[in-house]
């Protein structure tokens, strides 16, 4: 078992692993997490590996709720080792009932969360997450209704994604005037290649004290450490439906930073790991996996290399926004 971190979700005293397993891939179509046999065995060597943090949402799967119905059942005893994290709020096609593009309202979110913790198998869901904002309710509305979940026992903590600056801090001053519990946690795309986060929204993160979870940290798998100019593995995600991903990519870059990682004798995925988790506020490393040997190098990766200040600096250089 790798030596894994683990750290509170921003203010909160919720503990997770610094290395999450992102689940959008069980249930997806053409990968081997497809079955119920796959994402049994992912789970599995995630456990095994001390990663205790698993990430979902409801619309995650070939078909909506695929990916919480395959969890539910590989987490049949299980549940109690985890932290398990999922999302409402986007189109569910139906799945959840008719909800006329308003998904933060409390209608809609007594829907999804009964549909969810059906799926999961499971009484209660650690950290329930608003996946992106809804134009449409006011989020006092959503807050009070997350509440009263909480309150219900049905869900522990409550997090956001995809909200901007501006909306983390309308959340918590609406929070706090209105005396309901706070998010605790934010989740937004965040990469080497992809930092428009540290604008506003990593600023509002940290004076809040939420916990930050970015998505697509190692950019669809670009820094496995697996791809080069020329290509990847053909099963990836980028050679399958992400092709522009490679073909677009700062290749100059990479490679400088490749042949700093070849200096200090650290592999590339490492040393992505070590510049996240170097950055503040940050929490948990979310990555997909669809192998068990996937998740098992995650796990090792995230503690294979310590980092000093001017080595996190200068990673951050060489993609340096211009």
């Known amino acids: 078992m790798a030596n894994i971190e683990y750290r509170t979700l921003g203010r909160s005293g919720l503990i997770v692993s610094t290395v999450g397993l992102g689940c959008n891939n ?24 001390g990663v205790t943090f698993f990430d979902t949402a409801d619309i995650y799967g070939k078909e909506r709720g695929l990916s919480e119905t395959l969890m539910g059942k590989a987490l049949e005893g299980k549940r109690d080792r985890i932290v398990l994290a999922t999302k409402f709020g986007m189109d569910m096609a139906g799945a959840n009932g008719p909800d006329w593009g308003v998904r933060g309202s409390r209608r809609y979110i007594r829907l999804a969360v009964e549909s969810s913790l059906r799926r999961l198998r499971t009484d209660w869901i650690d950290l329930y997450q608003l996946h992106r904002p809804d134009p449409h309710t006011p989020i006092e509305e959503t807050l009070a209704t997350l509440d009263d979940l909480i309150a219900e026992g049905k869900i522990r903590y409550i ?33 080497l290649l992809v930092r ?68 200090r004798d650290v592999s590339m995925l490492a040393a992505t790991f070590a510049w996240l988790l170097a950055q503040p506020g ?33 990673i951050s250089e060489i993609f340096a926004v211009a």
């Not at 081997?32 to 590996?49: L, S």
């Not at 994604?161 to 795309?189: C, D, R, Y």
């Not at 940290?217 to 100019?229: C, H, I, M, S, V």
């Open 26 to 49: 069980f249930g997806r179509k053409d990968t081997a997490t497809e079955t119920q046999e796959g994402t049994d065995a992912v789970i599995g060597a995630a456990i095994d590996a």
């Open 159 to 191: 997090g956001h994604s995809n909200l901007s600056g501006w909306e983390i801090a309308e959340a918590e001053f609406t929070a706090q005037l209105g005396g309901h519990p706070k998010f605790v946690s934010a989740q937004n795309e965040y990469s």
């Open 196 to 263: 428009d986060a540290e604008r506003e929204v990593l600023p509002a993160v940290n004076r809040y004290g939420l916990g930050f979870l970015p998505y697509f940290p190692l950019y669809n798998g670009l820094f496995t450490g697996k791809f080069t100019r020329e290509g990847g593995p053909a099963d990836s995600r980028i050679m399958q439906l992400r092709k522009h991903l490679l073909d677009e990519a700062p290749w100059d870059r990479i490679e400088r930073f490749q042949a700093f990682c070849d200096d």
């Open 282 to 314: 940050l929490t948990s490393v979310i990555a997909g996996a669809t192998k068990p040997e996937q998740i098992v190098a995650n796990a090792e990766a995230a503690t294979a290399w310590q980092p000093t200040p001017d080595e996190v600096a200068a």
